[in-house]
């Protein structure tokens, strides 16, 4: 685990440490209701609704395009995304992941952190051609959409998807994620018009839009990972690092498939 960075970092981790807290940073970049941005640092609240405050209410509007928050429990599919990637580490680690044991895995990056995702450009394009990762637009700056005028939702959208073209040799479309999964019909439909007619949610999480213990995730992780789950990870924080082999083993025990996000809902892709 990589020494953290900043003192808010250096206070959080060993107040974790000390305490054995199951959450301890607050201010991150995430989809979840204790979220933030890097860049500024500042708390955000989540989705509304739901006793899990990293799993959004499933009654958000749908709009006119189709809101993807969880796939058919009857089998034995689910789909594991990777949000925002700002550590160059964690990433890696996801890489290397995918890499090592053919698992298929959703990434949803920010061109942002271009910095994190283009080291492993030549590693992860054969996967996509494979049918192995899928890359779907989480917009570029991951800000709030719903004060954005239309011109700059489309910016977001479309400044995004330029530079998974430019570094992976993919498109996005037709799926994206909004940042803090907050998102309205207005918005849907901007997005829709752009071609991105699948708005992708989740019913999962292992809670790491922000510092967490291994013990922590891992509970989430026994949590979710059921038939027919959409659960939402991060590439920011180191303790999944150290988790990949366990989170393996309990896909396998379970006789769980993890698919993308298109393998999982054929129909939409197209």
Known sequence: MREPRSPVERRAFFGLLALGAASV???CSGDTAVTGT???GSAQPGPPGGTDPDVPSETAPAGPTKVLSKGPATGNKIV???DDGYSNEVVAGYVAFAQRTGIHLTFSPNGLYAHAWAPHAATV???IE???IQIINHTFSHH???PMTDAQIRAELNR???WVNATFGTRTTPYYRPPFGFHNTHIDGVAGELGYRNTVMWNGS???SKLLTPDYLMSQARKYLRPGAIVLGHANHPTILGLFDQIADLIKQRGLTPVTLKEMFPDTAR
């Open 25 to 27: 940073l607050t201010a």
């Open 38 to 40: 890097p860049t500024t």
């Open 80 to 82: 594991l995304t990777v």
């Open 125 to 127: 394009k054969p996967l």
């Open 130 to 132: 494979a049918g192995q």
């Open 144 to 146: 709030d959409l719903r």
């Open 160 to 162: 995004n998807d330029d």
């Open 206 to 208: 292992y809670g790491d």
